[in-house]
């Protein structure tokens, strides 16, 4: 019996010679064929997938977050890898906040820009947090700054400002922090509650703001009544006592100069140990009823005088029925000085 290689191959009908080395040679072609097929044409799905590394956590300088600064990307397709890495998968969290980024949300923000996700594959974790990178600015910080501004602004009184609640600490993004402090709101007295608002800019732009809630004492020395002074008393030095007392607690129209009370005529009872209010006096009249003056009429060009008496007391600039002397006729004039009263 004839080895196999000198068997004689049959194609239509045709016999040819035997060739003891073609066979040998076709089988190497076949062979060197199928493992070019397989490795060019790259059916291996592994061989074409794009992985997708999650760090455990990542910390992001911009408002928003590519995939390539919180992911690792291993791929063969360099050009594709690129086009990834500059994807927008979102916003960043705040200042000083966390947020967790999912598999599902990643595959989402490529899907939206036309990309296969079935070749992408995590490997490692599904998900990651970031942070975005900030600067801190401590609650106590925030609050000496403040407690400084109202000592500034109001540098000649005795002052002692008091904070209502804790100022917790905030965080910036980085950059050159700068910072305005404003009062907010309207008020009649010169101590008492206070808001104050920081305001927080980077970079010329306002970032945030922060709420300061004070309560100021503010310490004054004011006349009080030494004893009980009735109403219409002339006040008299002796009437009066100096004290410190925290001004926020009383009327505004307080008095801290005795030379603004002494002479002038109370208009009230006033209790003890209560400060004096100027409110609470007037000027003692300048003319009585029965005094002798001169009744004046006087224009740029012409001045008139005649003797008159006056028919009620009256206080300067007031308004007072006087009776010409001479005439007898009663006219009204205003009180000019002590003798003096001038016709309209």
């Given at each position: 019996?004839?080895?196999?290689?000198?068997?004689?191959i049959?194609?239509r009908?045709?016999?040819?010679?035997?060739?003891?080395?073609?066979?040998?040679?076709?089988?190497?072609?076949?062979?060197?064929?199928?493992?070019?097929?397989?490795?060019?044409?790259?059916?291996?799905?592994?061989?074409?997938?794009?992985?997708?590394f999650?760090?455990?956590?990542?910390?992001?300088?911009?408002?928003?977050?590519?995939?390539?600064?919180?992911?690792?990307?291993?791929?063969?397709d360099?050009?594709?890898?690129?086009?990834?890495?500059?994807?927008?998968?979102?916003?960043?969290?705040?200042?000083?906040?966390?947020?967790?980024?999912?598999?599902?949300?990643?595959?989402s923000?490529?899907?939206?820009?036309?990309v296969?996700?079935?070749?992408?594959?995590?490997?490692?974790s599904?998900?990651?947090?970031?942070?975005r990178?900030?600067?801190?600015?401590?609650?106590?910080?925030?609050?000496?700054?403040?407690?400084?501004?109202?000592?500034?602004?109001k540098?000649?009184?005795?002052?002692?400002?008091?904070?209502?609640?804790?100022?917790?600490?905030?965080?910036?993004?980085?950059?050159?922090?700068s910072?305005?402090?404003?009062?907010?709101?309207?008020y009649?007295?010169?101590?008492g509650?206070?808001?104050?608002?920081?305001?927080?800019?980077?970079?010329?732009?306002?970032?945030?703001?922060?709420?300061?809630?004070?309560y100021?004492?503010?310490?004054?020395?004011?006349?009080?009544?030494?004893?009980t002074i009735?109403?219409?008393?002339?006040?008299?030095?002796s009437?009066?006592?100096?004290?410190?007392?925290?001004?926020?607690?009383?009327?505004?129209?307080?008095?801290?100069?005795?030379?603004?009370?002494?002479?002038?005529?109370?208009?009230?009872?006033?209790?003890?140990?209560?400060?004096?209010?100027?409110?609470?006096l007037?000027?003692?009249?300048?003319?009585?009823?029965?005094?002798r003056?001169?009744?004046?009429?006087?224009?740029?060009?012409?001045?008139?005088?005649?003797?008159?008496?006056?028919?009620?007391?009256?206080?300067?600039?007031?308004?007072?029925?006087?009776?010409?002397?001479?005439s007898k006729?009663?006219?009204?004039?205003t009180?000019?000085?002590?003798?003096?009263?001038?016709?309209?």
């Amino acid at each position: 019996m004839q080895s196999l290689a000198h068997l004689i191959i049959k194609t239509r009908g045709i016999a040819t010679r035997p060739y003891p080395y073609r066979y040998g040679l076709l089988l190497l072609l076949f062979l060197l064929y199928s493992v070019t097929v397989f490795s060019n044409g790259n059916t291996d799905p592994k061989a074409q997938q794009i992985k997708i590394f999650l760090p455990q956590s990542s910390v992001i300088n911009s408002d928003e977050y590519r995939l390539g600064e919180i992911a690792q990307l291993e791929g063969e397709d360099f050009i594709l890898l690129d086009r990834l890495a500059k994807v927008v998968i979102g916003r960043a969290p705040l200042p000083g906040r966390e947020l967790t980024v999912t598999r599902s949300l990643i595959l989402s923000r490529l899907r939206s820009h036309k990309v296969n996700i079935k070749k992408f594959v995590f490997p490692g974790s599904d998900s990651t947090t970031i942070q975005r990178a900030a600067l801190k600015i401590s609650g106590n910080d925030i609050e000496q700054v403040v407690l400084n501004h109202i000592k500034e602004t109001k540098k000649n009184s005795d002052l002692k400002p008091r904070l209502l609640a804790k100022i917790r600490d905030i965080f910036l993004p980085r950059g050159q922090v700068s910072y305005v402090i404003s009062s907010k709101g309207n008020y009649k007295k010169e101590g008492g509650y206070r808001n104050y608002e920081v305001e927080f800019s980077v970079d010329g732009k306002a970032i945030r703001k922060v709420s300061v809630r004070t309560y100021l004492k503010i310490y004054k020395e004011v006349y009080v009544a030494r004893n009980t002074i009735k109403r219409n008393h002339i006040i008299e030095e002796s009437d009066l006592l100096k004290i410190r007392k925290n001004v926020n607690r009383i009327p505004r129209e307080y008095v801290t100069d005795k030379e603004q009370l002494i002479g002038k005529i109370s208009r009230r009872t006033i209790t003890p140990s209560e400060a004096i209010q100027g409110n609470t006096l007037t000027d003692p009249p300048l003319v009585k009823s029965g005094d002798r003056l001169q009744i004046v009429f006087e224009t740029p060009f012409i001045r008139l005088s005649a003797p008159g008496i006056s028919m009620a007391k009256g206080r300067k600039g007031e308004r007072i029925p006087v009776k010409n002397v001479d005439s007898k006729i009663v006219v009204f004039a205003t009180v000019k000085t002590r003798n003096i009263v001038l016709v309209n």
